[in-house]
């Protein structure tokens, strides 16, 4: 089992620790909800270790990024991130990633369970090419920030500006006489940063950082990958393995957006097909009557007939209503329709809504 | 951890609380702490009848669905429907008013393999 450099962090604040693509990581500290509510009004933080870090370097790196990723990346400038996905042939989504260009390398964040498939693929198309991957996943660390709060904070703690540091940018810095990388971005629907330090500093920083967020009014408190999951629900972001998978394409998961068909890319023409004859079925947000969670695989149906599958279920801390999110047929996706989730025999009446159910007011 | 002793405990983590042959049933504190936050608890109606070993009931989580599964099977002659508004009853006090069923037993013997609060404690701990 793989163990991220914030361990006995996670150990000595009593989490309790859980299998994750084979990392042990938190799921919780002190209650989902109560994590999850504190990020929508302070901040928290998030160690995020587990997630893939491959560093690409040569001069076919751009050439290859852009051949397997859907979206354009072969224009970013210097200390741009794009979320991304990577597909098959087939337009079968093998991940979703987010790219970075750094002055002399790229970065490319993967998630976990897809680190070693997407190592493979990589290397795969880079025969025969100038490029150079390293894998620091497990010599580097990788902590979120996220929450109204988290800005002013991390300003304070590192004693850096970030004024200037628009979405989906990343700044490196140093703090004595460490390196870091400072990307705003994140997994929770709420403003933050996510940093990627070396591991030796992040077990010197955590008797500090445990100090810091181990009292009743700390500001930043820890949160686990349980409210990670809920705050990336309510935002309408979607997680490998329920809105994500090989068994569908970009389009289908409804994440169009960041498919650029007007260049050449590994999945393209997939896409370009599936466009043109029309998608047969979609990823729809749903809001359910009542108060319970649908799951992921539960019925979706429509008078009767099954008609999809619910991806992702929650009831929403922060809106308080049964949330989720499901693939179903083109002919159901319109705001509006009325649908029902199938618990078991029983029948909970679902309306289909937009996505993300939660969106900070800017 | 509280175990209270004036009860049995089955291995999936329900306590029987016996009163003549009728049987009150809930989870125990500590599968309540596994679960995390209870956000729903679907009970059967008052009535209905069911076979030792099924389940009578769902407690939803915010991270997952598990089964409330009897050891007695009988009819059900009340339901906690507090739990409905208050669900959250079951992380507060699992053992007494996060009670969810109770059962007329037809036959309580299937009690007899279950644990005691001895038992369940060194199961659990």
Avoid at chain 1, 248 to 266: E, Y
Wanted: glycine share 10%.
């Amino acid at each position: 089992m793989n163990e991220s450099p914030l361990h006995s962090f996670h150990v000595k604040l009593g989490a309790r620790m859980v299998d994750f693509a084979g990392w042990s990581m938190p799921v919780m500290y002190r209650g989902i909800i109560e994590e999850h509510n504190h990020t929508r009004t302070k901040c928290s933080l998030f160690d995020v270790s587990h997630m893939g870090r491959l560093y690409l370097t040569g001069k076919d790196t751009e050439a290859l990024l852009q051949l397997v990723c859907t979206r354009n990346v072969g224009d970013m400038s210097v200390g741009l991130s794009r979320y991304t996905h990577m597909c098959r042939e087939d337009g079968g989504i093998l991940d979703d990633v987010i790219v970075s260009r750094f002055e002399d390398q790229y970065l490319v964040v993967c998630n976990a369970s897809n680190r070693q498939k997407i190592t493979d693929w990589l290397s795969r198309h880079a025969a025969g090419k100038d490029v150079q991957m390293t894998d620091r996943t497990m010599e580097t660390a990788m902590i979120a920030l996220q929450g109204p709060e988290a800005i002013p904070q991390v300003e304070k703690l590192l004693n850096i500006d970030l004024s200037g540091l628009k979405r989906y940018h990343f700044q490196t810095g140093s703090y004595f006489t460490f390196k870091y990388a400072i990307f705003r971005s994140g997994y929770t629907g709420e403003d933050g940063v996510e940093l990627i330090l070396p591991a030796g500093i992040v077990k010197l920083a955590m008797p500090a950082l445990m100090g810091m967020s181990n009292t009743d009014d700390a500001v930043i408190k820890p949160a686990g990958l349980g409210a990670r999951d809920s705050l990336r629900l309510e935002a309408g972001m979607p997680l490998y393995g329920h809105e994500l998978t090989e068994d569908w394409d970009s389009l289908t998961a409804r994440q169009g957006w960041c498919v650029h068909l007007d260049k050449d890319f590994i999945g393209a023409d997939a896409m370009r097909e599936k466009k043109e004859k029309g998608l047969t079925q979609k990823i729809v947000g749903l809001k359910l009557e009542g108060r319970r969670t649908a799951r992921q695989g539960f019925e979706v149906r429509a008078n009767g007939e099954t008609v999809g599958q619910v991806t992702s279920g929650v009831l929403s801390p922060t809106l308080g209503e049964s949330l989720a999110m499901a693939l179903v047929g083109m002919d159901h996706t319109k705001d509006g329709t009325q649908l029902s989730v199938q618990f078991g025999e029983k029948e909970v009446a679902a309306t289909v809504v937009k996505i993300p159910f939660y969106k900070l007011s800017s | 951890m509280s175990v209270p002793n004036d009860r049995k405990y089955s291995d999936s983590h329900e306590w029987y609380l016996v009163d003549g042959n009728v049987v009150t049933i809930g989870i125990t504190e500590f599968a309540a702490e596994e679960l995390t936050d209870i956000t729903y608890v679907e009970l059967p109606a008052v009535g209905k009848e069911f076979a030792a070993g099924a389940a009578v009931g769902e407690i939803e989580s915010v991270k997952a669905t598990s089964d409330l599964i009897s050891a007695i099977g009988g009819k059900v002659v009340a339901v906690n429907d507090e739990l409905a508004d208050h669900p959250e009853l079951v992380n507060d006090d699992a053992h007494n008013r996060g009670w969810m069923v109770k059962i007329e037993a037809s036959d309580l013997s299937p009690l007899d393999d279950l644990m005691d609060a001895a038992a369940y404690g060194e199961h659990v701990g």
